[in-house]
């Protein structure tokens, strides 16, 4: 039996100490294997056996590390559904999980519909004839339940935003039928309204995809590092901000001798927090291995904080971190300012890190400590605060259409004039599906009513 | 007293568009037909619009063309006009239109009936239906006539008890004064069919003779010839123009004055009315804003004065129509000729249908036309010919012809018709056609014709002449394909340079280097690159070279489509057995009866859900 590619990740949200990826169709372990790096370069994906267990990275299209994961590989006919399929074992949280299936999304992998992998279980023949109607039960409540879930989300001033969506994009596509189906009634397309009608509906999209995101960071918290040569005080920064925060979420001691994580608080954001080791050549070989692990911490954070001793001055050890912040989204953090003899001026920090944000600091002395807060806030939700007056959440279904209707309404306006009508009007269609995904609703069919509510027909 | 009158295999009732088609195809498919008409003066008759054609229409029409049907043939010969609408909006939606002369088009269309053999014609009102055991098996007339038949194609059009209403004015009629048929809806619901209630309505005829045309703005045909049909000759003929007024505030506040008079609005008509085609008065009070409404003057014909004031169909009291008409520019002093009027009539349930037309409740029972709640000519001609040939079809014992959405505009029709309910007269649009960029009018033979041939209705004339056409279009691809050009070339960048195309950077084909908008296949003839293969085989070619990106990305959703349509359901499906359905799905699902998983999905109550638990219980099915 062939069907497409489908995906979804398969444990329960929520904190767990893993969360997986599930993946099945027959392309799955071609496209996983896409963005999996494995530890060990000689094996890749393909060329592993069945049930084989493969350590390495998921990463992104530009090779940057998303996850450290294992991925299991299962053959078809002998898997949960009969068909291949590839389990993916993220870090635990929903965020690492969510990313890779975004990773594996944007590959042409689908996302399932609830109850999918029972089903196709069912269907190739590996659950027994007595389970078909339990089968049909996990269905139907899996179905309810996502039902439920969008719409909760979708209550109230969201669904006025929804609907104002909806409402446009239902105009834009009777415009252009009435002009196709009803010539002489309506006349020529008016490509100034539909221009319009397409760039108002790129910003309303945008705004609430930058309100998703900002309630995905709410939802799922980010990843700050602290790096800094050793005694720069990053122990001491740590557990300040443990300190501030009174509503630690868990504490995990250290994986590793040398990077030490801590779930805390800023200003409603959990925020996953990282002490790094400092980052020095070195020969000795367990330090060496540390400095890796430091290195990759800094790699996978959304946010470092770079700290500087303002008694010691800028060393070149400080100038080897630099290097891997580079390119990062960062805050400079000029400690010890408490110190009779400082041998840094900002003005000279400014000169040399161009571009980030400096704050001057005694952790100790505990000054400095609520503009960090304020940095780190501002820095995280980056672009996303015009949006203030939406309080949304999107699950990944809506996220996932949200971002097509988006990408859809971006290539219509772009081609609004160049392509014939009867094109623009397919186009039209995908995107209107995709928003009715966001709801759940079948929009193609309210546009025949709009077309004789808005055009006098009838010659 | 009852006289036993013959035999035949496929008896069909009523000939208009739909039942002309039908009684064509079963006799041409070599089955020996008898077609029952009220009125042998009547066949054919276009009681409303004198048109065919225009969006999603056109279409139908090529189809029935390619099938081996008669329209397209039928309105090449009897058109006063033709023109193609929506150039410019791309080829998927463009679309042939024909003014038709109207007594020209019944005249040829009953010589066409009289000459095809396997065919008798009858002028009698078919009064009763016997179906012992939910099996058709003969018709019985007014005068005691009875005719034994293997399947039987009702196509009534709105005549079933029809009803006119023009202001206070009520009578029994059939469109166009003619006779309702009074006693076939109760055989209908005797057999166990359903029916309900439309309603439709038509405009005053005018008299050219006391019309002022100097007030209008005239609209001629296009310039060169065309024709609906693949294999029609040219006609030649001079192109009549039609006429472009429109209404004025006075026209709009005689309607106003005059509402308490109007049945669509003091609660007379009850039949529900298609919102594409609204009454005047309708629009006046609908669309209050607008101080005008177009309105088309056109000719019924070269052998009459009559003329047809389209957009302007009405119930008003006949005294309100002479003083609406009479405020229009040009119209001054406007003589009526026929009053115009509003039709209630019984139609069919179409979800007791079939997707070959046939009755679920009745054995070789098929409807099809405007009984069926469809309204238009074409839609009515579309649906004959598949009800004729699925009633040859049941006779000789086999399957079914059905076509899929994704083949056609004729399936698109049929199987919205079963699956979707309607609370209005059904009109296609191509907006209704999710795979539209495949559907052209452009293509229709090459979708179709094979089909066509395939179920025996497709003669050799059509089919040489389509095998040579594909033969040629194929050779002339290649040679585009097969041309190339390098940066190098003189001539090739001298014509890019002319069209202010950008010169080559590579070697390109000529198929490659015609996707540029501003390339135009015929300066490749001009060329001398590629034999002149034909206007029709250029403007396929350059369809399919413009809008390959297009034309591939939906039959790559016509693949995905198709996954659900080829999974089969069993018609004697016992849904109460279907473990986890919702009420709703399971209760239209035992309505509709659908043949495939993929018609499942699309019955309206039907949810995603409810399709997965179907497939999970058919695998069940299948395994025990």
């Not at chain 1, 039902?147 to 909806?166: D, F, Q, Y």
């Not at chain 2, 046939?358 to 000519?377: D, H, K, M, P, W």
């Not at chain 2, 080559?504 to 390339?519: A, H, Y």
Request: with cysteine; net charge negative; glycine share 8%.
């Amino acid at each position: 039996m062939m069907y497409d590619d489908i995906a979804a990740v398969s444990t329960p949200p929520g904190e767990g100490g893993i969360a997986i990826v599930r993946l099945s169709g027959t392309g799955v372990i071609q496209a996983v294997a896409e963005c999996f790096l494995p530890f060990n370069p000689q094996l890749p994906l393909p060329a592993r056996a069945s049930f084989s267990l493969n350590l390495g990275w998921i990463v992104d299209r530009e090779k940057e590390k998303i996850d450290e994961v294992l991925v299991s590989v299962m053959r078809a006919p002998k898997s949960y559904t009969g068909e291949d399929v590839v389990e993916v074992n993220c870090h635990g949280g929903t965020l690492a999980a969510r990313k890779c299936l975004e990773e594996f999304l944007q590959r042409g992998i689908r996302l399932a519909e609830p109850g999918e992998f029972t089903k196709r279980a069912f269907l190739s023949g590996r659950l027994d004839l007595s389970q078909a109607e339990a089968v049909v039960d996990i269905i139907r409540a899996k179905n309810e339940k996502a039902m439920k879930m969008a719409v909760s989300n979708l209550e109230g001033k969201n669904s006025a935003v929804i609907k104002n969506i909806e409402d446009r994009l239902i105009r834009l596509n009777a415009m252009v039928e009435a002009s196709v189906d009803f010539p002489e009634d309506v006349g020529e397309l008016d490509y100034r309204e539909a221009g319009d009608i397409l760039l108002e509906l790129e910003e309303v999209l945008n705004k609430l995809i930058r309100a998703g995101e900002r309630g995905e960071i709410y939802r799922e918290g980010v990843n700050v590092a602290i790096c800094g040569k050793p005694n720069v005080g990053k122990s001491s920064l740590l557990n300040a901000l443990i300190r501030k925060d009174k509503a630690i979420v868990t504490d995990i001691p250290g994986t590793t001798r040398d990077v030490i994580e801590d779930y805390i608080n800023i200003r409603g954001i959990p925020v996953k927090i990282m002490d790094t080791a400092g980052i020095r050549g070195t020969e000795d070989l367990v330090e060496q291995i540390g400095v890796e692990k430091s290195i990759q911490v800094i790699e996978n954070a959304d946010l470092a904080i770079f700290m500087l001793d303002m008694g010691t001055g800028i060393s070149q050890e400080d100038m080897d971190l630099y290097i891997h912040l580079k390119n990062k989204k960062a805050i400079i953090l000029l400690n010890k300012e408490d110190l009779a003899h400082k041998h840094i001026k900002p003005e000279d920090v400014e000169k040399i890190f161009k571009g980030f944000k400096i704050i001057t600091a005694s952790v100790i002395e505990d000054r400095g400590m609520d503009e960090l807060e304020d940095a780190i806030e501002n820095m995280v939700l980056e672009g996303k605060l015009d949006s203030d007056d939406l309080d949304i959440m999107f699950n990944m279904r809506q996220k996932k259409a949200l971002l097509k209707a988006r990408s859809t309404v971006q290539e219509l306006r772009e081609s609004l004039e160049s392509v014939p009508l009867d094109c623009l009007g397919v186009d039209v269609w995908e995107a209107l599906e995709a928003v009715g995904e966001i709801s759940g609703k079948t929009l193609k069919e309210e546009v025949i009513d709009r077309i004789f509510r808005d055009f006098c027909i009838g010659k | 007293m009852l006289y036993d009158a013959g035999k035949y295999d496929v008896a069909v009732i009523g000939a208009g568009h739909a039942g002309c088609e039908a009684a064509l195809a079963a006799a041409r498919m070599g089955c020996r037909t008898i077609l029952f008409t009220l009125s042998l003066d009547n066949v054919a008759l276009m009681p409303c619009n004198p048109s065919v054609g225009g969006p999603a229409k056109a279409q139908l029409v090529r189809e029935i063309d390619a099938l081996g049907g008669e329209m397209a043939l039928n309105i090449d010969k009897a058109n006063i006009q033709v023109r193609t609408i929506n150039t410019g909006k791309g080829p998927a939606v463009q679309a042939l239109r024909a003014q038709a002369d109207k007594r020209e088009y019944q005249h040829e269309m009953l010589q066409t009936l009289l000459k095809q053999k396997n065919l008798d014609l009858l002028m009698a009102e078919v009064e009763e239906i016997e179906a012992p055991d939910r099996k058709v098996q003969a018709v019985i007339t007014k005068t005691g006539a009875r005719y034994e038949c293997g399947a039987l194609v009702v196509t009534t059009g709105t005549y079933l008890k029809g009803r006119i209403i023009i202001g206070e004015v009520m009578y029994d009629g059939g469109p166009g004064n003619q006779f309702p048929a009074t006693k076939l809806s109760a055989a209908l619901e005797k057999a166990g069919l359903r029916l309900g209630r439309f309603k439709t309505g038509t405009p005053p005829r005018i008299d050219q003779k006391s019309v002022d045309f100097s007030k209008m703005i005239e609209q001629p045909g296009d310039e060169k010839t065309l024709r609906f049909s693949h294999i029609s000759p040219e006609n030649g003929r001079p192109q009549l123009s039609c006429w472009l007024t429109h209404s004025t505030r006075e026209t709009h506040q005689i309607v106003m004055d005059n509402l308490d008079r109007a049945p669509m609005f003091t609660g007379v008509i009850k039949g529900r009315g298609p919102r594409y085609c609204p009454s005047f008065e309708d629009k006046v009070v609908r669309y209050a804003h607008k101080d005008s409404h177009q309105l088309f003057i056109e000719p019924e014909g070269r052998e009459t004065d009559e003329m047809y004031v389209q957009g302007l169909n009405t119930s008003l009291p006949e005294d309100v129509q002479i003083r609406v008409l009479r405020s229009i520019p040009g119209l001054e002093n406007v003589h009526i000729t026929r009053t115009g009027y509003a039709i209630e009539y019984d139609y069919v349930f179409p979800s007791q249908l079939k997707l070959s037309l046939e009755a679920r409740a009745v054995e070789g029972l098929f409807t099809a036309g405007q009984i069926n709640g469809t309204s238009g000519y074409e839609e009515a001609a579309a649906q004959g010919l598949i009800a004729g040939i699925n009633a040859v079809l049941k006779v000789q014992g086999k399957e079914p012809f059905i076509l899929k959405r994704s083949q056609s505009y004729i399936g698109v029709l049929i199987d919205d018709l079963v699956n979707k309910e309607a609370d209005e007269p059904y009109r296609l649009l191509t907006s209704r056609a999710e795979y539209r960029l495949l559907l052209r009018q452009d293509n229709a033979d090459l979708r179709l014709t094979e089909l066509g041939r395939d179920v025996g209705l497709v003669d050799d004339y059509r089919y040489n002449r389509f095998q040579e056409k594909k033969k040629t279009l194929e050779e002339a691809r290649e040679k585009l394909k097969k041309t190339t050009f390098t940066p190098a070339d003189q001539t090739m960048s001298g014509l890019l340079e002319q069209k202010k195309s950008a010169a080559l950077k590579d070697r390109l084909s000529l198929w490659e280097i015609l996707r540029r908008p501003e390339m135009k296949i015929r300066d490749f003839v001009v060329a001398g690159w590629l034999e002149d293969p034909g206007p029709e085989i250029l403007e396929q070619l350059e369809i399919q070279a413009k809008y390959e990106g297009y034309i591939k990305k939906q039959e790559d959703q016509v693949a995905r489509f198709n996954k659900l349509e080829d999974k089969k359901i069993r018609e004697d499906l016992d849904y109460d057995q279907v473990y986890g359905l919702s009420n709703e799905a399971r209760q239209k699902l035992k309505e509709v009866r659908p043949v495939s998983v993929g018609q499942a999905s699309r019955i309206s109550g039907v949810n995603p859900a409810d399709i997965n638990v179907l497939l999970i219980n058919l695998e069940k099915m299948r395994r025990n």
